[in-house]
């Protein structure tokens, strides 16, 4: 029976199972498929509802995480939203530590759901609007200070192996199951590594020569072994010129993508005239990925990719013109 089958007893309940959408229009030139997993669909709008609710839950069960305890967490807005939903049903006060160079909005969602945003200044030299890896140092120093000043659970999504199984248990096995097993290609834009650490361990389970890509910013590919030349990439959510990642198994890498800002925001924009989907900056920058795949070394076989989260987390910054 599916969620749409059954009351359900709270919002948690209603986190994945999202549809698998064919990309039909942006690749009707193209040799190939695009099957996109709608990811910005579940309740907080991004693919971080999964791990929020896999982490929480997990640590529940272990015992780490205590009735009432304080859930922190260093967030670019989605996994802190994520967290801030289900903090919010399981009566867990939550702490987002966000970068003042993400999006206002998602500030404002977290707080919406009850959540205590914390602002961390930017690195000095830094643009707004685009987070580095510097910066994002900055957030984490606060984030720990916090955990400690409070007493409270680090939800701690670069670390966790929570964060990689709510992937291999859910979104892979229902990516499987839409598809019916039919995928030659799976692409990803890497942030905490967790989407691409777990879905590329469930895919290749069940058939390794499923070729896996990782996404990153051109000018920013660290985990690609590439010298850093555009930290102030636009694209949110990854690319923090990070070369390693607890996470990710470096066995189940294929190969490396890299997607510009500016082919990034044209995606996303198609998708939104051309397929009616209204994403961010990261689903943009995966479906130009995949795209540039179809267009090489994969034409007229499946990439499956996912459409990270919404569009409406990016209404006050140029994207939407």
Same mark, same amino acid.
């Given at each position: 029976?599916?969620?749409?089958?059954?009351?359900?007893?709270?919002?948690?309940?209603?986190?994945?199972?999202?549809?698998?959408?064919?990309?039909?229009?942006?690749?009707?030139?193209?040799?190939?498929?695009?099957?996109?997993?709608?990811?910005?669909?579940?309740?907080?709008?991004?693919?971080?509802?999964?791990?929020?609710?896999?982490?929480?839950?997990?640590?529940?069960?272990?015992?780490?995480?205590?009735?009432?305890?304080?859930?922190?967490?260093?967030?670019?807005?989605?996994?802190?939203?994520?967290?801030?939903?289900?903090?919010?049903?399981?009566?867990?006060?939550?702490?987002?530590?966000?970068?003042?160079?993400?999006?206002?909005?998602?500030?404002?969602?977290?707080?919406?759901?009850?959540?205590?945003?914390?602002?961390?200044?930017?690195?000095?030299?830094?643009?707004?609007?685009?987070?580095?890896?510097?910066?994002?140092?900055?957030?984490?120093?606060?984030?720990?200070?916090?955990?400690?000043?409070?007493?409270?659970?680090?939800?701690?999504?670069? &670390?966790? *192996?929570?964060? =990689?199984?709510? !992937?291999?248990?859910? /979104?892979?096995?229902?990516? +499987?199951?839409?598809?019916?097993?039919?995928?030659?290609?799976?692409?990803?834009?890497?942030?905490?590594?967790?989407?691409?650490?777990?879905?590329?361990?469930?895919?290749?389970?069940?058939?390794?020569?499923?070729?896996?890509?990782?996404?990153?910013?051109?000018?920013?590919?660290?985990?690609?072994?590439?010298?850093?030349?555009?930290?102030?990439?636009?694209?949110?959510?990854?690319?923090?010129?990070?070369?390693?990642?607890?996470?990710?198994?470096?066995?189940?890498?294929?190969?490396?993508?890299?997607?510009?800002?500016?082919?990034?925001?044209?995606?996303?924009?198609?998708?939104?005239?051309?397929?009616?989907?209204?994403?961010?900056?990261?689903?943009?920058?995966?479906?130009?990925? &995949?795209? *540039?795949?179809? =267009?090489?070394? !994969?034409?007229?076989? /499946?990439?499956?990719?996912? +459409?990270?989260?919404?569009?409406?987390?990016?209404?006050?910054?140029?994207?939407?013109?």
């Amino acid at each position: 029976m599916s969620i749409a089958d059954r009351v359900l007893p709270s919002v948690v309940e209603a986190i994945g199972n999202t549809p698998l959408i064919e990309l039909s229009r942006l690749t009707k030139i193209i040799s190939g498929r695009i099957l996109a997993k709608t990811e910005f669909l579940n309740p907080g709008h991004s693919k971080k509802d999964r791990i929020a609710r896999q982490i929480v839950e997990e640590a529940e069960a272990s015992g780490e995480l205590r009735s009432g305890q304080t859930v922190v967490e260093l967030t670019s807005g989605n996994t802190g939203t994520g967290l801030a939903l289900v903090c919010a049903v399981k009566g867990y006060p939550f702490v987002a530590v966000m970068s003042k160079g993400n999006s206002p909005e998602r500030a404002r969602m977290m707080t919406s759901f009850g959540a205590e945003v914390v602002l961390v200044d930017q690195a000095q030299g830094s643009t707004p609007g685009q987070v580095s890896g510097e910066d994002l140092a900055l957030v984490d120093a606060q984030t720990r200070r916090i955990v400690q000043e409070r007493g409270a659970f680090r939800a701690d999504q670069f &670390a966790r *192996q929570a964060n =990689s199984r709510a !992937h291999y248990l859910h /979104t892979a096995s229902e990516i +499987l199951e839409q598809t019916r097993g039919d995928v030659d290609v799976f692409c990803d834009f890497v942030g905490s590594g967790g989407t691409f650490a777990g879905c590329t361990a469930r895919l290749k389970e069940y058939r390794q020569e499923i070729k896996c890509y990782i996404v990153e910013p051109e000018g920013a590919a660290a985990i690609a072994g590439h010298p850093i030349k555009a930290p102030k990439h636009r694209i949110q959510g990854g690319g923090y010129s990070m070369s390693h990642l607890d996470l990710l198994d470096p066995r189940q890498v294929d190969g490396f993508v890299q997607v510009s800002d500016q082919q990034a925001m044209e995606t996303t924009r198609r998708l939104a005239r051309e397929e009616g989907l209204f994403t961010g900056f990261s689903s943009g920058a995966n479906v130009a990925a &995949a795209i *540039q795949l179809l =267009s090489a070394m !994969h034409k007229g076989q /499946t990439v499956v990719t996912l +459409l990270n989260d919404s569009g409406l987390k990016y209404l006050f910054g140029d994207l939407w013109r």
